[in-house]
């Protein structure tokens, strides 16, 4: 991401709408990536990116200029993600250790082959179709390196769900990983 000038960030704090707008326009498309790994569409996406966006300008004031913005910036937009996923009222339900959808015992994905059938989004698509409780801690320890202590504590749930829920979500990836594999054309020009 671009870094954000010091001018931009001291006229946000001044409620300077043009800075605003040009913070809003560089940290657009780095907030929207983050967002994207933990919904199912890009407008939840963006809805998620407003909701952080705004938390990032009522807060500027408490930003401290001697640190990296980008940092701080990703900080509260995986606690905008996180609280809007804890406020999802199927949360408790989701937080459950029960097979969603069961994996059926078949050879195993060579995942060096999916690099070369499968393009980001289709792995996109494939992500999208776990869980989403099992989809949260996939993306907080692998995208986000979280601890499943720290995923445990920012969840609310046991260390040892958030192992559950990893594994589950690395079996059930696999599963449709190969199934996407089995269905994708590969072209030789």
């Avoid at 606690?79 to 996923?85: A, M, P």
């Amino acid at each position: 991401m671009q870094e954000i000038d010091n001018n931009i960030i001291k006229g946000c704090i001044q409620k300077d709408t043009k800075a605003e707008y040009a913070m809003y326009k560089i940290c657009f498309q780095p907030m929207m990536s983050i967002c994207y790994r933990y919904t199912r569409n890009e407008d939840d996406a963006a809805d998620l990116v407003n909701k952080g966006f705004l938390k990032i300008l009522n807060n500027i004031g408490k930003y401290d200029i001697k640190l990296p913005f980008n940092k701080w910036m990703a900080t509260i937009l995986m606690n905008t993600i996180i609280d809007e996923f804890r406020s999802n009222k199927t949360y408790k339900t989701l937080m459950q250790h029960t097979d969603l959808y069961p994996v059926e015992n078949s050879s195993s994905v060579d995942l060096n082959d999916a690099e070369y059938k499968l393009n980001s989004a289709d792995i996109h698509k494939c992500i999208n179709k776990l869980p989403d409780a099992s989809k949260m801690v996939l993306n907080l320890y692998v995208f986000e390196g979280l601890t499943h202590k720290e995923i445990g504590k920012e969840l609310a749930i046991s260390e040892g769900t958030s192992k559950w829920h990893l594994s589950n979500a690395r079996n059930l990836l696999k599963e449709i990983m190969r199934k996407a594999m089995r269905s994708a054309k590969v072209y030789i020009l």
